[in-house]
Nanobody
Framework: QVQLVESGGGLVQAGGSLRLSCAAS??????MDWYRQAPGKQRELVAT???????NVVDFAAGRFTISRDSAKNMIYLQMNNLKPEDTAVYFC???????????WGQGTQVTVTS
């Protein structure tokens, strides 16, 4: 059974840091991503990391967030620094396989940033 389990969310003051973790089980994945969804807004991509370790971070997170991957442990991480109140959202781990083309979601972890 495939599972993605996020952890590491919480309450932090603006300017603080959090490190999110996503533990994957059940199979190996190709691309893995972090998404977020703020109240009343659509889910949006935050960062992607490929099986080979190539990363991409979207503009609002560039310079503040770093995605990394430990393939041996089948985990990805999101280091978030200099957090802002607008980063408040539920953060989701997402994973895809190319063959067959499937994708999976975790249950999400809440990040709340206070001013």
């Amino acid at each position: 059974q495939v599972q993605l389990v996020e952890s590491g969310g919480g309450l932090v003051q603006a300017g603080g840091s959090l490190r999110l973790s996503c533990a994957a089980s059940g199979r190996r994945f190709d691309d893995m991503d972090w998404y977020r969804q703020a109240p009343g807004k659509q889910r949006e991509l935050v960062a992607t990391i490929t099986r080979g370790g190539t990363t991409n971070v979207v503009d609002f997170a560039a310079g503040r967030f770093t995605i990394s991957r430990d393939s041996a442990k089948n985990m990805i991480y999101l280091q978030m620094n200099n957090l802002k109140p607008e980063d408040t959202a539920v953060y989701f781990c997402h994973a895809v396989t190319m063959n067959p083309p499937l994708d999976y979601w975790g249950q999400g972890t809440q990040v709340t940033v206070t001013s």
